[in-house]
Structures are given as structure tokens and as C-alpha cells.
């Protein structure tokens, strides 16, 4: 897909060229521009949804994290520990698995940019009655959450409200907590049973 958006770029070029002189052939190029602009989407949404979960697909969630805390080890020198509890695991779907893992990157991704943590910790363990916890915490700098969320309308960013739209895909309840100086800490409460996606709804 790179080629075609290079080939775009140039037909962009062109067609800007053309405008003044050949209306006729400006607009043919802008057609043709279209379609490959739209071809190009479908096949990066497709080379998006095969590429990512392959080592999640193939090994699971727990070789998936695992791997993606090496590459923060080796690429950033960014301590990540990651603490799973395979029992849990055994009872995710793999469309679970592939949201959880998303959240997780996600998380660990912010607490990378945006805290100057010396730990980031990513965790999944029983909470209670067929209700998993994830976690994902920092001993960063914190933020004020309250302030970020409220002014999210006029921000460019959309990573806080992604968890909590994945979080809500998988029926779970999102949770984010964080203050200036103390770190930051997103859990998301996930339902394993039908009957623990009815009691966490309830929140009984
Ligand atoms: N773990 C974290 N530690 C410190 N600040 C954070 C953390 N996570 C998020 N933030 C703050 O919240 C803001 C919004 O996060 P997000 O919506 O993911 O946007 P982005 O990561 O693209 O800036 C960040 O810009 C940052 O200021
Ligand atoms: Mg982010």
C-alpha cells in the first residue's frame, strides 16, 4: 500500500498541473485517485486486522504481551513486567484475548510516552466469581485524569476513550485512575460468564 499512496501523490501532482489546461484529463486523474484511494484503505484495514495479532493468534495472549514487553525492554529501555495468570487465559475467547491485548498496548503505550515510570506492569488475575481484573500501572508521574477527560472534545487524541470503548466491547467496566505525582492506573473488571457480564452490568 505504500506504493499506491506514493501513486497517488504523484497523480495529485499531475492532476493539479492539469487543471488549468485539461479540466477533462484532471478530472479523469481525480477519478482513478478515488478508486485507488479506497482500494488502498480496504487492503491496510485488512493488512491491519492479519498482521497485528499473528503472534496472538498463533501463541495467545500471554506470548503476545510477553513479546511486546521485550520490544519495549529492547526499543525504549522501558522496564514492562508482565504477570498473567494462564488460568484465566484458558477462559478468554480469542476475540477477548485480541481486545485485552489492545487495551494492554495501548496502556503501556501512554504510561511509555507520558509518565517517566521506572515500572509499568501489566496484569490479569481472577477477581472474583468468573470476573477477571486487568491492570495496567506506572509509578509515573500521574496526570489529572478529571482534567483530560472532561476536555477530550477539543483534544486531537482518542487513546483514553479507545480503552474505555474496547474495554466496553468486551462487556467489562473500565476504570482510570491517576494523580500528579503518584502514577497511573487503568483496570478494566472483564466478565468470563454470561451470568458475571449480568452481575458486573448490576454490579452486584
Ligand atoms: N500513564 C500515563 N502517565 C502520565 N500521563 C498519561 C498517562 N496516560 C495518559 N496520560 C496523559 O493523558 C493524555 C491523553 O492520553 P491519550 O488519550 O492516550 O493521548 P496520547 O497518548 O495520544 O497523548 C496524554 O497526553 C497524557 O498527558
Ligand atoms: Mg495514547
Redesign the pocket.
Known sequence: PTQTIAAIAMRANMAQKMLAQKPQAALKELQTMEEMARRTTQEIRHMLFTLRPLVLETQGLVAALEAMAEKMRDTYGQNVLVEIDPQVVEKLEMEQQSVIFAIAE??V???R???E?EHIWVRLRPLRGDIALLEIR?D????D?KA?LASYEQ?G?????NLRERSELINGIFHLD?EPGK??RVQVAIPLTEAAIERLRHRI
Do not use: I, M, Q
Open positions: 495501548e496502556a503505550n501512554n504510561a510516552k507520558h509518565a515510570a506506572d509515573g508521574v500521574g496526570f485524569a483530560v483534544r487524541s482518542l487513546g483514553l476513550l491517576s502514577g497511573t
